[in-house]
């Protein structure tokens, strides 16, 4: 498997935020400071944020484990993403379930799972490890679709090469709506691989906007896979420039 160095994965991060820059117009930065993305995010959107990345329901560990990007167009924020590392202890659907009901418990909601995939897919029963949780994504409705449409797609992969230089997971993962899963919205936020109805809500969270949620991943071989690319991409055209 190729690995990426940190020269080489800075050298990515920064081809990729040039072209977000010049093709979009769109500034990146990173933060620890969930205050802030509390606040940034009420901007953006007037609906809860969930319990996984909300200050007021975790501890100091918060910033210590996660962090979350904000995109600017015109000094304005237009984009928001927040990203959490986890380490699950046993089978992942059995973690999963009770990090769920823990975080909303935590925050006061009364949820309640009806099931989780059971039994797992084989690829599903490997998940473990240093695993990156992506979350609150949202984009500004002026930034969707026609000749923008690519912005997510750019956007993504440096999202994933930033992760990777923050803590070289063995999964970036989440969860999402299985609407969204049908759309192949996924794909082209670099997820490849979908297990539909992983969880049943039998009383859902308020951030959650159906019963049913589609588990969506990425491994370790494949997030090196793409971000490589994107290297060769580079080291072509440092050669022919």
Same mark, same amino acid.
């Given at each position: 498997?190729?690995e990426?160095?940190?020269?080489?994965?800075?050298?990515?991060?920064?081809?990729?935020?040039?072209?977000?820059? #010049?093709?979009?117009?769109?500034?990146?930065?990173?933060?620890v400071?969930?205050?802030?993305?509390a606040?940034?995010? #009420?901007?953006?959107?007037?609906?809860?944020?969930s319990?996984?990345?909300?200050?007021?329901?975790?501890?100091?560990?918060?910033?210590?484990? #996660?962090?979350?990007?904000e995109?600017?167009?015109?000094?304005? !924020?237009?984009?928001?993403?927040?990203?959490?590392?986890?380490?699950?202890?046993? !089978?992942?659907?059995?973690?999963?379930?009770?990090?769920?009901?823990?975080?909303?418990?935590?925050?006061?909601?009364?949820?309640h799972i009806? /099931?989780v #995939?059971?039994?797992?897919?084989?690829?599903?029963?490997?998940?473990?490890?240093?695993?990156?949780?992506?979350?609150?994504?949202?984009?500004?409705?002026a930034?969707?679709?026609? !000749?923008? /449409?690519?912005?997510?797609?750019?956007? /993504?992969?440096?999202?994933?090469?930033?992760?990777?230089?923050?803590?070289?997971p063995?999964?970036?993962?989440?969860?999402t709506t299985?609407?969204?899963a049908?759309?192949?919205?996924?794909?082209?936020?670099?997820y490849?691989?979908?297990?539909?109805?992983?969880?049943?809500?039998?009383r859902?969270?308020?951030?959650?906007?159906?019963d049913?949620?589609t588990?969506?991943?990425?491994?370790?071989?494949?997030?090196?896979?793409?971000?490589?690319?994107?290297? /060769?991409?580079?080291?072509?055209?440092?050669?022919?420039?």
């Amino acid at each position: 498997m190729q690995e990426l160095d940190p020269l080489g994965i800075n050298q990515i991060v920064t081809r990729l935020h040039m072209h977000v820059v #010049a093709v979009h117009g769109i500034e990146i930065a990173t933060s620890v400071d969930f205050d802030r993305f509390a606040t940034v995010r #009420a901007q953006l959107r007037d609906d809860a944020i969930s319990p996984y990345f909300d200050p007021q329901h975790n501890g100091p560990e918060l910033s210590q484990s #996660a962090f979350w990007i904000e995109g600017r167009k015109d000094g304005e !924020p237009v984009y928001v993403e927040a990203y959490r590392l986890y380490e699950p202890s046993g !089978p992942f659907n059995h973690w999963c379930r009770a990090w769920l009901m823990e975080a909303h418990t935590r925050a006061g909601e009364d949820v309640h799972i009806g /099931s989780v #995939a059971e039994p797992m897919s084989d690829p599903v029963s490997r998940l473990g490890g240093r695993m990156a949780y992506r979350g609150e994504l949202f984009m500004s409705p002026a930034l969707r679709g026609g !000749p923008k /449409s690519r912005l997510i797609n750019d956007i /993504s992969l440096l999202h994933h090469a930033l992760v990777w230089g923050y803590w070289k997971p063995d999964y970036i993962w989440g969860l999402t709506t299985e609407n969204r899963a049908q759309r192949g919205m996924l794909r082209r936020i670099y997820y490849n691989h979908l297990e539909e109805g992983f969880i049943v809500w039998k009383r859902r969270p308020e951030c959650v906007e159906q019963d049913r949620e589609t588990l969506c991943y990425q491994p370790r071989h494949q997030i090196i896979r793409d971000l490589a690319a994107v290297g /060769s991409r580079y080291e072509m055209s440092m050669g022919t420039s």
